[in-house]
């Protein structure tokens, strides 16, 4: 086959990670119109205008490779330099050159390549592309979570969707567990402050699922849409009963989850007797929770004084814009449950989708604008900008 080396450069890599345009690797590009039968070859001209056709419409997916890699490290740069071998009716592609070293960035490239409809100019021809990616400096802001990997040891699965590694803020970590029907985690000890936010893992099973959390101080009977704050030292044991569960955990202080993102829950197994005796987890029914302004505040310091972080839900209606302000001293995580909108930090518009989880550091401009009913766990760290909502709604 007859080689054409392109010089040109994808710019795969804005300051923050991409929504992505498509499904990665699906070829879900438009096809280009179908080979005519014993046509002439083609020439240069058309074979540089399908690789420019190409280039245009794989940037996006491109991008989207490197944000499903980001959702474990943001500090991933460098360039690939990908061969495609493309026949009329496949596509094999291998890496010549890398200088990102990270296998999920490539690996994700080369399924793209060869699963891309090539137009038929380039059929019987060997090509390279480049691509060149750049590391935000400040880390992460909004992740999409369904680009997030789980990770399973026995009964227990967990996803990390922020830590210090993708997002760059060791403040907080926020992480999904599943616990399936009958299972629990086993007593373990929270080395760090934890808030478990209760969710069924499939919706119409909500009613039916029952959480008990187990600690030397007593048994909590929980149910789907409810709160539970374990302080730092306290024992628990959290079992799911009547339905899987699907559970939201904020950590505080935040670090670098590698014992979680290995499947491993990052608490350490505990064991009677336990002295002295480690604190107790406290529960907040969302029942028992009242609307202020556009939160329910499930924790805050007016509630727990010793807690280390707030807990809200927030709902913001459609065309709702939260102008821009800065958080002194606290973090803010949101997983976002519904709707849509544009999170903008620094001035950087980011689009926000209901599978967005985010971060925003401490003494960081930001604003909001939702371009549809927004509903969305809302955590602070250390608690304080809470207490606003408290007085918007007096």
């Not at 400040?138 to 210090?164: F, M, P, S, T, Y």
């Not at 590694?165 to 080395?191: C, F, M």
């Amino acid at each position: 086959m007859r080689a054409v080396l392109l010089l040109g450069v994808l710019a795969a890599c804005p300051a923050r990670a991409p929504e992505p345009a498509a499904p990665v690797g699906t070829g879900s590009a438009p096809a280009p119109a179908p080979a005519v039968i014993d046509a002439a070859p083609a020439s240069q001209e058309e074979q540089l205008a399908a690789i420019q056709q190409a280039m245009n419409q794989l940037d996006e997916a491109a991008q989207a490779c490197w944000a499903r890699a980001a959702t474990e490290r943001f500090d991933i740069e460098g360039e690939v330099v990908a061969t495609i071998d493309i026949a009329a009716t496949a596509a094999a592609a291998t890496i010549a050159h890398d200088t990102t070293r990270n296998p999920k960035l490539t690996s994700c490239l080369t399924r793209l390549l060869g699963a891309y409809r090539w137009a038929p100019p380039l059929h019987g021809q060997t090509i390279q592309l480049p691509f060149k990616f750049r590391a935000p400096a400040d880390g992460q802001n909004v992740i999409d979570r369904e680009l997030v990997d789980w990770a399973k040891q026995g009964n227990v699965g967990i996803a990390v969707e922020l830590d210090e590694n993708n997002s760059g803020n060791g403040a907080a970590s926020l992480y999904e567990v599943a616990i399936g029907q009958g299972t629990s985690t086993g007593l373990r000890k929270a080395e760090r402050a934890e808030l478990w936010y209760l969710r069924a893992a499939k919706p119409d099973e909500t009613a039916a699922l029952k959480v008990t959390v187990t600690s030397p101080s007593g048994t909590l009977a929980a149910g789907a849409g409810d709160m539970v704050f374990v302080p730092a030292g306290a024992v628990r044991d959290v079992t799911a009963q009547g339905a899987d569960l699907r559970a939201v955990v904020a950590i505080v202080p935040g670090g670098r989850e590698g014992t979680a993102r290995s499947g491993a829950l990052p608490t350490p197994p505990a064991s009677p007797p336990l002295k002295p005796a480690p604190p107790a987890p406290v529960l907040v029914r969302a029942e028992s929770v009242a609307q202020t302004g556009p939160a329910k505040i499930f924790l805050d310091a007016t509630k727990l004084k010793t807690t280390p972080l707030a807990a809200s839900l927030l709902t913001l209606p459609e065309g709702a814009q939260v102008a821009e302000h800065v958080h002194a001293k606290e973090t803010e995580l949101l997983f976002v449950l519904a709707g849509s909108g544009t999170m903008t930090v620094n001035g950087v518009a980011l689009a926000v989708t209901p599978t967005s989880v985010i971060q925003i550091p401490a003494n960081t401009k930001h604003a909001f604008t939702a371009a549809r009913e927004v509903h969305a766990l809302q955590i602070y760290t250390p608690a304080g900008p809470e207490q606003r909502f408290k007085k918007a709604s007096k």
